[in-house]
């Protein structure tokens, strides 16, 4: 399906700009996007990938993962059957989750990858997506976030009279986003033009050392028990930061109503939660006997390796998402669309945002700040259009940075479970937000 929407979106792009004579805008927004893939996101993600990667090394040697991985064994056994239930790879995914819900978004990335890195180990298809993979693409494209913290600053720093106003309505339509992805890459894997090829016909046969699909994953290394003073150095870190968290919570005083006090909570927990991790992982694996320094820079290795692998998938897919909205593309859509729309009463003012937010998370918050500046801050459309903002995700971007890192070439359902989870994200802000504050 990639081939396809890539293709489109070339041609596309080039076609409309010869016809309405943006040509040079489409040529000037290829170079762009590909400077863009390389300098503002692959470069900078090296520094982010190699410092996580190396946190979670930390965490893997000292059983860390596994633990995680046992402890939410039932849950993640329905969302990922294909993976054993003591493999990193659940670890990693868990910690993904938590990162994002939590809007940590330069932890959530890297945690991601590995993730990737972690089920590409169970691909006996190299280069072609398994179901485990697309579940777990459609998971985050899904968004689950607890706080749209981007649009809350938005519409806070116009002066809004309750920017917290949209996190019980982009509460609801993630929840609508995530349920519609799960339930999309479920049903779409069952149909034959999804279906996993035989592992004898996988685009790329090449033999690597992976463990197979029915074999469980080697045991973690042993490490050394916790002695009574080293669980008591790991309950003082744990008591110090708990400290800093109620403190942060409480001090400032007592908030106007609940949706204040959630947001302080989620801001504490933002600001603590990567300070507390990357002390905690060092020092917990310290305790058990890892070699700490020695390890971390093991893992942090493959951070320059990841972010490297994934400049080309980069360069293909910000290319032509740039060359289609320089050529005026997603205007024309949504003017083609605006008197279908305007029939069941959705805002033709958010069409340009429904229709770029798959392709560009940078665009879409320019048009919500747009949004904001045409109709006030605690406008009904501009409160759909944060909740939109905090309830879907750049899905397209999301797909070449994940299957770019592990070199998946044929995404099979992952790419349309994704765009239904945005479909879905979108119509019920719009619904959601007209029952709310109407």
């Known amino acids: 399906m990639l081939n396809y929407i890539w293709l489109g979106l070339v041609l596309l792009g080039a076609g409309l700009g010869g016809v309405s004579g943006h040509l040079p805008a489409v040529g000037a927004a290829a170079f762009d996007a590909a400077k863009t893939a390389v300098v503002t996101i692959a470069l900078p993600l090296i520094g982010i990938t190699a410092l996580w990667l190396g946190a979670m090394r930390l965490a893997e040697k000292s059983g860390m993962i596994h633990g995680l991985a046992r402890v939410l064994r039932p849950p993640l056994r329905f969302l990922f059957p294909e993976v054993p239930a003591d493999h990193p790879a659940m670890g990693s995914m868990v ?87 799960i339930t999309a890459v479920k049903l779409l894997q069952r149909f034959p033009v999804f279906r996993l090829p035989p592992p004898a016909q996988a685009p790329d046969p090449a033999p690597r050392p992976a463990a197979p699909v029915a074999e469980a994953p ?49 801001g504490a927990l933002s600001v603590l939660a990567v300070p507390f991790l990357l002390a905690f992982f060092p020092l917990y694996a310290a305790l058990r006997g890892v070699r700490v320094y020695e390890e971390f820079v093991e893992g942090a290795k493959q951070g320059f390796e990841v972010a ?13 998402v740039g060359m289609f909205r320089s050529a005026g593309g997603v205007d024309l859509l949504a003017r083609a669309l605006k008197p279908v729309l305007d029939a069941v009463h959705f805002p033709p003012e958010l069409l340009p945002m429904a229709f770029t937010r798959p392709l560009s998370g940078s665009a879409t918050i320019a048009l919500f700040a747009d949004l904001v500046k045409t109709f006030g801050p605690d406008h009904l459309i501009t409160r759909m259009g944060g909740t939109i903002l905090g309830s879907t995700e750049t899905t397209l971007y999301v797909v070449a940075v994940y299957f770019g890192a592990v070199g998946i070439k044929r995404a099979r359902h992952a790419v349309l479970a994704g765009l239904l989870a945005d479909l879905a994200g979108i119509i019920a802000s719009v619904l959601i937000c007209r029952l709310v504050f109407s």
Do not use: H, K, Y
């Open 308 to 320: 490297i692998r994934i400049i080309p998938f980069l360069v293909a897919m910000l290319v032509a």
């Open 218 to 266: 080697a045991p973690p290394p042993p490490t050394a028990p916790l002695s009574a003073w080293a669980l008591l150095a790991v309950l003082a870190l744990v008591a110090f930061f708990a400290w800093l968290f109620f403190r942060a919570v409480l001090l400032p005083g007592a908030p106007l109503g609940a949706a204040a006090w959630f947001q302080r909570i989620m």
């Open 95 to 181: 910690m993904n989750m938590a990162a994002n819900m939590i809007g940590l978004t330069n932890a959530a990335t890297p945690l991601g990858l590995r993730a990737m890195t972690d089920l590409e180990q169970l691909n006996p298809s190299p280069g072609t997506a398994t179901n485990a993979m697309c579940t777990f693409l459609a998971i985050n494209t899904g968004s689950v976030q607890l706080l749209p913290t981007t649009a809350i600053g938005i519409m806070a720093a116009a002066g809004a009279l309750n920017p917290t106003a949209i996190v019980g309505t982009s509460l609801l339509a993630t929840f609508c986003s995530q349920v519609t992805g």
